[in-house]
């Protein structure tokens, strides 16, 4: 099968060409510069930036994969979450080219395309599926945080998600707090890596609670009073690289423990883990150490896959399509949707002014 995919949940315009489980090309165009004034991502340009760049990114995954578009057999986009002026224009695309082309069309969960994302490795990236293990997966990005148990390929369960903010979310509120320029996540990361991960002690919210739920306003609110008794601290710039591995060090802790514990609860001998922030290397290194140690088998999704892509989207739509999961042509976008399996809806549900990736 021959799947065109594309992706525009939020800050990202891309479209993908997947074959039998092979990306033959992901094309990404990247609004991150264009929002950092503003500090955040402006719907509204977000959704302009789309328009501009979606036949761009289409033309050069076509071209690089060697494919037609009458090659085709299938057009796949993002049907949520996100935002819904940026959700439009990727989906109602795909449709209008599907009904052209007389060629099915598939709406793709945005989170449950992360939640496979780590069974897509290798030169050139491709599914491995058959290496497929029963998992505990953490989907950690911007605007949302949540465990999830899949139990087997397409069948999961959401078992934890974000009661406030999300960590990503943490991590670029935390960096506005400290006058890093958005988005922060990154900057955090690097500063960090030449900090003292101990100079300062941050709440670790719900580390100990036996849910498997996750809170990081608290956090946050603890930087902001600390730098308000702390004036000036932050203008060092020895003690802004510790606070940034001190902070980072908190949500590092809080998502790996509460991972590897519900793995162990669970019985399941795999780790999994995707999303924006799962390109921090802290959390990266923390989690290979955990699952070492515990004797768990990791898989990590790759970094140009942990931001959005339209390769996981068509990847995923392939697999459901050979099953014959076929979406409407009049399908609308769902800007609030939830993965498929939870039955906490209301605890999931995007806010779609915070999405980042």
Aim: net charge neutral; hydrophobic share 40%; glycine share 8%.
């Amino acid at each position: 099968m021959l799947v065109l995919a594309f992706e525009t949940s939020c800050d990202e315009t891309s479209a993908a060409v997947v074959r039998d489980g092979v990306v033959l090309a992901n094309a990404v165009s990247s609004q991150i510069t264009m929002h950092a004034e503003y500090g955040g991502v402006v719907p509204e340009l977000a959704a302009r930036e789309h328009l501009r760049n979606l036949l761009p990114v289409t033309h050069a995954a076509l071209r690089k994969a060697s494919v037609r578009t009458e090659d085709l057999d299938a057009i796949a986009a993002t049907q949520g979450p996100g935002l819904p002026t940026a959700l439009m224009i990727g989906c109602k695309a795909a449709q209008a080219l599907a009904f052209t082309l007389r060629k099915p069309f598939r709406g793709i969960n945005h989170h449950e395309a992360h939640l496979y994302s780590p069974w897509i490795s290798g030169t050139p990236p491709a599914a491995r599926f058959d290496e497929f293990q029963p998992n505990v997966s953490l989907i950690v990005s911007g605007g949302h945080t949540m465990l999830v148990h899949v139990m087997a390929e397409l069948e999961h369960k959401v078992l934890g998600s974000t009661i406030d903010d999300a960590a990503g979310e943490c991590f670029d509120k935390t960096g506005k707090l400290l006058g890093l320029p958005y988005p922060a996540g990154p900057l955090i990361d690097q500063l960090a890596a030449s900090g003292n991960p101990r100079a300062f002690d941050f709440p670790r919210p719900l580390l100990n609670d036996a849910n498997d739920d996750f809170s990081f306003s608290g956090l946050k609110t603890s930087v902001r009073y600390f730098l308000r008794d702390h004036p000036g601290l932050a203008d060092d710039p020895q003690q802004l690289r510790d606070l940034c591995a001190s902070v980072q060090a908190a949500i590092v802790e809080v998502l790996v423990t509460k991972t590897i514990r519900t793995a162990k609860r669970l019985g399941v001998r795999c780790v999994t883990a995707s999303g924006g922030v799962t390109c921090n290397r802290a959390l990266r290194m923390e989690l290979l150490a955990r699952c070492q140690k515990n004797g768990f088998t990791l898989r990590l999704a790759e970094p140009s896959l942990c931001t959005d892509n339209a390769a996981m989207i068509g990847i995923l739509a392939e697999r459901k399509l050979l099953r014959g999961q076929v979406t409407s042509l009049d399908a609308e976008i769902e800007p609030g949707m939830v993965l498929a399996g939870s039955d906490r809806n209301s605890r999931l549900t995007a806010n779609p002014t915070s999405i980042r990736r």
